[in-house]
């Protein structure tokens, strides 16, 4: 039940504490951490835990007796800033897997469709072949079934501008994606990866903005400031 006392009971706020109270909210927010591999899946977990264990603490402050509500509200903001920097370890966390994957798929297709200069000639032919092919009303059609047997077709895509091939610059994205699917799929697979943990982290400021407007009433916390000590 929302603690009426400690919350921010705009409209909005409302409606983040009652998804993030949930597992599947959580999920749709934080992300699930069984879709991912080991290491991003652990941070994601991490995420998920920091949020339960911080909102059971927030709303443990409804029967705290030894607190009005201001400094339940200075409370609650304290776990919130707690909350949100394991949430922020996290997001760093994600996004070094991410840049991590990346750089490994980005190694794993260089060796593949490295260049060779004893096979320069041909490869220029290639090229050639692949231009007088690309203005053609079929001819993009011809160059993916050909690519599909031929990874030194790919090699040439790879490495050569897409304005001397006759190919827009997303069209020959898209053979690229096409040939390392085919010829380096655990290389594809690391992209993928890494593009899904990237979209979960991109997920994460809106959750730890949500947690700052909604835990607590600012201007209810900043109140404590004027505590006497004595």
Do not use: C
């Amino acid at each position: 039940m929302v603690n009426k006392s400690t919350f921010n009971q705009s409209p909005e706020a409302t409606d983040f504490v009652s998804t993030v109270g949930t597992n599947t909210g959580r999920k749709v927010l934080l992300g699930n951490p069984e879709n991912f591999e080991p290491i991003a899946g652990n941070a994601v977990a991490i995420a998920h835990n920091a949020v339960i264990h911080g909102l059971a603490r927030v709303n443990a402050l409804t029967n705290d007796e030894t607190r009005n509500d201001v400094l339940k509200h200075e409370a609650a903001k304290q776990i919130a800033e707690q909350t949100i920097g394991a949430i922020e370890k996290s997001h760093s966390s994600l996004l070094s897997t991410a840049r991590q994957l990346q750089t490994e798929a980005a190694e794993m297709i260089e060796s593949k469709f490295a260049a060779d200069p004893d096979r320069s000639h041909i490869q220029l032919r290639i090229a050639d072949w692949i231009k007088d092919n690309a203005a053609k009303p079929d001819g993009l059609q011809k160059i993916r079934e050909v690519m599909k047997d031929d990874s030194e077709v790919a090699a040439v895509i790879f490495h050569t501008p897409h304005f001397l091939l006759g190919l827009a610059q997303e069209v020959r994205k898209n053979f690229e994606l096409d040939a390392i699917e085919r010829f380096v799929p655990e290389a594809y697979r690391k992209l993928e990866a890494s593009g899904e943990i990237s979209a979960t982290a991109e997920k994460y400021r809106r959750v730890t903005k949500g947690i700052a407007a909604s835990w607590y009433n600012k201007s209810m916390a900043e109140k404590a400031k004027s505590r006497v000590e004595v």
